[in-house]
Each structure stands twice: as C-alpha cells, then as structure tokens.
T-cell receptor
Framework: NAGVTQTPKFQVLKTGQSMTLQCAQD?????MSWYRQDPGMGLRLIHY???????DQGEVPNGYNVSRSTTEDFPLRLLSAAPSQTSVYFC???????????FGPGTRLTVT | GNSVTQMEGPVTLSEEAFLTINCTYT??????LFWYVQYPGEGLQLLLK?????DKGSNKGFEATYRKETTSFHLEKGSVQVSDSAVYFC?????????????????FGQGTILTVHP
C-alpha cells in the first residue's frame, strides 16, 4: 500500500513549457485535490475532484488543468509555465470529502 | 471568505519546553478545524482535529481546543522533543451543510516552523 504518490519529485521548466504533474493513490479514494505551497502563504487549493469524471476549481485554478479519468489518478497540467508557478505542489486524497485527507510527498517545481 | 491566521514564526525551543502555537480563524458558522504537521522532506499529516465548539483534539501529546467565542484553535504540548521539529499548519473546512461541495476544501494558515534543540 503506497498511499499517495507523486512524480516527479523535482522539476525545472522554462517559461512557456508545458508539463504534467502525476498523482496516484491506491486507497480507492473518491476525493482528490491539488494544492500549492508558497512561503508565508500556507497551502492553497488549485483543483479538486469528488470522483472519476468530476472536477472543479479551487482557490487558484488559473494556468492549471486537471482531469480524472480513473479513481486512482489525478494529473495536474501546466499548459504554459510561468515563473509565478514556481512552488511546491501537493496532491491529497480521502475516502470522501468528509474524511481525513492524505497528502503525497510533493513536487518542487521551478520555472525560470 | 474563510481565512486562517497563525502566529509568526519560526519558533525555537529547548527540549521539554512548553509549546503554544496560536491559530485564529474567520469563517461563517461552525467550521471543522485541523492541525497538520509537515516533517522535513515529507507531505502533510493530520495531527488532530475538532469538529464542533469546545471539542478538544489530541494526538501524540499535542492538544487543541475549539473556542468559538475567540475563534481560536491554539496548539499546545507540555513537553516538546527534538523529533517534534517540523512545520505546523492550522486549517479549516466549511461546516457540513454549508452547501455544494464546500466541505472538504481546506483553507490553511501560513505555517509555523518549530525547531527543538536538545
């Protein structure tokens, strides 16, 4: 049981490049979400999903896309990276939105 | 909107000292309140939670009491250890019944870095 896994651990992008941050969970959780962590600002919700095929925006969705084709996977896509997207990204999952959220180890992204 | 404010950090203590990390919130109604801990190089882990006024959450020697009258959820530990060195986040989610899918969407404070020296 691996819990919530994220790849890659580290990534450096140039402005304008695109990439996908991967998130997977093996706990059969319905609820998954993406947060970004910036110094002095805590974590902020980017997008979330209450189940396969259902996604919605969080607090800071601009510049990011998500999809949820399976229960296990919830990738986060950066379409055209900007320096303002330099951050640490965390994926989380829970049985449903009423239960404890389990966080992955994070992806540190730098955009130059 | 909802917000969470934590005390300014970082906090540096000697082993066996008493710890308090202040947390206050702004929200409508009765949100659920959480403390998460992030150890170096790891993701966040739920430390404790409280879902209604006057509830006390506790875990691993840490405690926090949901105070509706002061909109606070301060984290305390009577005797810290070096292994408690981490970043601590206070968070809330809107009350169950807030409507739509609001419940489960976490709002975090800025985090407090705790360093405990031997």
């Amino acid at each position: 049981n691996a819990g919530v896994t994220q790849t890659p651990k580290f990534q450096v992008l140039k402005t304008g490049q695109s990439m996908t941050l991967q998130c997977a969970q093996d706990m059969n959780h319905e609820y998954m979400s993406w947060y970004r962590q910036d110094p002095g600002m805590g974590l902020r919700l980017i997008h979330y999903s209450v189940g396969a095929g259902i996604t919605d925006q969080g607090e800071v969705p601009n510049g990011y896309n998500v999809s949820r084709s399976t229960t296990e996977d919830f990738p986060l896509r950066l379409l055209s990276a900007a320096p303002s997207q330099t951050s640490v990204y965390f994926c989380a999952s829970s049985r449903d939105r009423f239960h404890e959220q389990y966080f992955g180890p994070g992806t540190r992204l730098t955009v130059t | 909107g909802n917000s969470v404010t934590q005390m300014e950090g970082p906090v540096t203590l000697s082993e066996e000292a008493f710890l308090t990390i202040n947390c206050t919130y702004t929200a409508t109604g009765y949100p659920s309140l959480f403390w998460y801990v992030q150890y170096p190089g790891e993701g966040l882990q739920l430390l404790l939670k409280a879902t209604k006024a006057d509830d006390k959450g506790s875990n691993k020697g840490f405690e926090a009491t949901y105070r509706k009258e002061t909109t606070s959820f301060h984290l305390e530990k009577g005797s810290v250890q070096v292994s408690d060195s981490a970043v601590y986040f206070c968070a809330l989610t809107p009350p169950y019944g807030a409507g739509g899918t609001s419940y489960g969407k976490l709002t975090f404070g800025q985090g407090t870095i705790l360093t405990v020296h031997p």
